[in-house]
């Protein structure tokens, strides 16, 4: 008899293949110029998001993913015998999850998203047990967004069938182990827990996450930064459970190939709405944006509405510079900066858990390399422009405007205050008269003193 469970799995199995498959190249925005600047910024960030060149981490973690759930399934299901003792009596076992985590916007979920792609679709199973072939399914995937426990998980995964079985988490546990084996799911993956992490108690956390790894099948959950620190804090039991196999998803190298062919992609998807030298624009957005891809799309899209705000259609490289310098992308800016200083000083203290990785992962020598020389080239520029004359000063403005790359601005320009009126003597004399009136003693007699 075939076993149904093991071929399954026999689809892509070369990185080569998996990189064909998860690959996503949207077509480029048009008529970009007949809406109005927000909306036509908007529809250029939504088309940009959409982009996915998977890197190297994210074809390995995809491969040992699918690896990992292809090794359950053969192990777990080897005959239709054993099914049938699985089905029926499901072992109690317990799985130690995967933690994915990184930095927020580096493409934790587009990684995740791009697993589903290259699991095993539903596939019939044909036994003399059933009646009809029954349709069995490689992985559960759940969002943490909004739930309030593990039991609400549960009962999701059970969907209309959890009728009865709501006394207590133990039952819906147990039937959700039925219904793992009865499917024959080889792999869970649980996300959005960054959301269970603000204003709530890590301890709702780990109850979700000890639920899910009950169920015995491989699981992988992707985390923040800010909710690793906040395990970190558990007991060791905990700990041993939920933090034995962390994979840290870092940003791309800002010399690397994956970085380059990114930001032209960009530009590609744009619709050569860039006009700026494609190879000073990967420096500068990797610059600004710490090789953090949604940073990169929020740069971009703020870069848009300053070049159509200067009546512009295109994007230069001093749109990009002034976007960095905006309003818009303060908040982002604060968290580039921060990043930098931290990539810089190793031991900084009171640095934010929300930007410092939580396990020990060397920073990358060539982003360490890049920052400080960035940071190296600001300094002899500002020295150079310093020690200009200012007929020097002006000659080099006229050449290089403030904000370009060659003479950044250092603070973003504070809105001027009006300038108070000029004052006149009768101005003045009025104003001391007012003075005098409104000071002036009641005029109400005192009473005789006693």
């Known amino acids: 008899m075939t076993n149904i469970f093991s071929m399954r799995f026999d689809g892509p199995d070369t990185l080569a293949d998996i ?6 190249h949207p077509d480029p925005v048009t008529g970009l110029e007949e809406l109005s600047p927000a ?4 529809r250029l960030s939504e088309a940009l ?3 996915f060149l998977p890197n190297q981490f994210s074809l390995d973690f995809i491969k040992d993913s699918v690896d990992r759930a292809r090794s359950f399934s053969a192990e777990s299901f080897s005959t239709d015998q054993q099914y049938q003792r699985r089905l029926y009596h499901p072992p109690e076992d317990e799985a130690f999850p995967i933690c994915l985590t990184g930095l927020a916007g580096v493409g934790k979920s587009q990684t995740s998203s791009a697993l589903m792609k290259v699991m095993p679709g539903p596939a019939s199973y044909a036994s003399a047990h059933y009646h009809e072939p029954h349709t069995l399914i490689s992985y559960w995937y759940a969002s943490a967004r909004g739930k309030a426990g593990g039991r609400q998980l549960l009962e999701d995964f059970l969907g209309g069938d959890a009728t009865g079985v709501r006394a207590n988490t133990s039952k819906l546990l147990t039937e959700c182990r039925r219904r793992v084996n009865r499917d024959a799911v080889s792999l869970m993956m649980l996300e959005e827990m960054q959301h269970q992490s603000t204003g709530q108690g890590v301890a709702r956390i780990t109850d979700i996450l000890l639920t899910m790894a009950g169920l015995g099948v491989p699981m992988i959950y992707v985390a923040n930064y800010s909710l690793g620190h906040k395990l970190l804090t558990r007991n060791s039991e905990d700990k041993q459970r939920l933090l034995s196999d962390p994979r840290v998803m870092l940003p791309d190298h800002p010399n690397s190939k994956a970085w380059e062919e990114y930001v032209r992609e960009c530009i590609r998807v ?15 957005l990797y610059r600004w944006t710490f090789g953090i ?11 848009y509405l300053e070049a159509r705000a200067a009546r512009r259609h295109t994007i230069a490289l001093e749109d990009v510079n002034n976007a960095y310098l905006s309003a818009s992308y303060s908040s982002s800016r604060n968290d580039v900066e921060e990043l930098i200083r931290i990539s810089v000083h190793k031991n900084k203290t009171g640095a934010r858990p929300d930007l410092r990785c939580p396990f020990p992962v060397p920073v990358q020598s060539n982003v360490l390399a890049f920052t400080k020389q960035d940071r190296a080239a600001r300094v002899s520029e500002k020295v150079f422009v310093a020690a200009l004359t200012a007929e020097e000063r002006k000659n080099f403005e006229q050449i290089h405007p403030p904000g370009s790359a060659s003479n950044p601005s250092s603070k973003p320009e504070r809105e001027k205050k009006p300038a108070l009126p000029k004052q006149t003597r009768e101005g003045l004399e009025d104003a001391y008269s007012r003075l005098l009136f409104e000071s002036k ?5 005192r009473g005789p003193a006693k």
């Open 19 to 24: 990189r064909r498959l998860v690959t996503v």
């Open 39 to 42: 909306l036509a910024a908007e």
């Open 49 to 51: 998001k959409t982009i």
């Open 270 to 284: 744009s619709g050569r709405r860039v006009s700026a030298d494609p190879a000073a624009l990967v420096h500068e």
């Open 293 to 303: 891809k949604r940073l990169a799309v929020q740069l971009i899209k703020v870069a």
């Open 441 to 445: 003693p009641s005029t109400k007699p």
